[in-house]
């Protein structure tokens, strides 16, 4: 019988310890517990190390002072294998879809049956979805909507011209005027027109904003450089705003 190996990632140690110990009971079922995000990067990695892969991790929605939905994109990230399933206190159509465009293949909630909640363990590893039957409309809602916001990013990104992608890609990396200017071979002065250049194009008042919506369009940031000549990277880019 082929074994399902489970991480059970919560802060509350009576919850998570109780959970464990329920799916252990199960015959085909091994699992641990971690209280934090960095506890289970370690105890995935170590895993790994000793070539006992984990199937699914249980994330808590709430983990102490940490968003467990922001952190399932961190656990699955170089781990493909790997499902990752919520734990969620309360239903909230707009974090499960955030979850889902994380990575994670199920959101259930804390208080479900063993019974129900190994049918999505056992379900996930079948790379099926599972949401609660109240949540699907508001979920597939917001994921149209944001595939929309998307879309629309994507279009304003296109109007921008090969010079201006490039200095947003540059902003996207975090890179101050003048270490964009180092980068580009450009000036300063020709960096902060492009700059501008860009707000006016994508529709927004701050670089900040420009970072959101490129990230939305899938604009990755400039590559590291590869000399020491623009170590100058960490230059503010935004005060109060508005261009530095």
Request: net charge neutral; proline share 4%.
């Amino acid at each position: 019988m082929a074994r399902i190996r489970v991480l059970v990632v919560d802060d509350h140690r009576v919850f998570a310890e109780s959970l464990a110990a329920a799916l252990a009971a199960e015959p085909d079922v091994d699992v641990a517990a971690a209280g934090s995000g960095p506890a289970a990067v370690r105890c995935l990695d170590r895993a790994v190390a000793e070539g006992r892969r984990f199937d699914v991790v249980l994330m808590a929605a709430e983990l102490g002072g940490a968003d467990g939905v922001a952190l399932v994109a961190q656990l699955r990230e170089g781990r493909p294998g790997l499902r990752a399933v919520v734990l969620a206190e309360k239903d909230e159509a707009h974090r499960a879809a955030l979850a889902l465009q994380a990575g994670a293949s199920g959101w259930v909630a804390k208080d479900c049956s063993l019974q129900r909640l190994l049918a999505v363990v056992r379900g996930v590893l079948r790379d099926e979805t599972h949401l609660p039957p109240a949540l699907l409309t508001g979920v597939l809602r917001e994921l149209t909507e944001a595939r929309r916001h998307r879309t629309e990013s994507e279009r304003l990104v296109e109007s921008l011209t090969p010079r201006e992608r490039e200095v947003l890609r540059c902003m996207v990396a975090g890179l101050g005027r003048k270490a964009v200017a180092e980068r580009l071979f450009l000036s300063p002065h020709t960096v902060r027109t492009h700059m501008q250049n860009v707000l006016g194009k994508l529709g927004v008042h701050s670089t900040l904003a420009a970072v959101a919506l490129a990230r939305r369009a899938g604009v990755g940031p400039a590559d590291e450089p590869a000399g020491p000549a623009l170590a100058s990277a960490g230059d503010v880019v935004e005060r109060g705003g508005q261009l530095a």
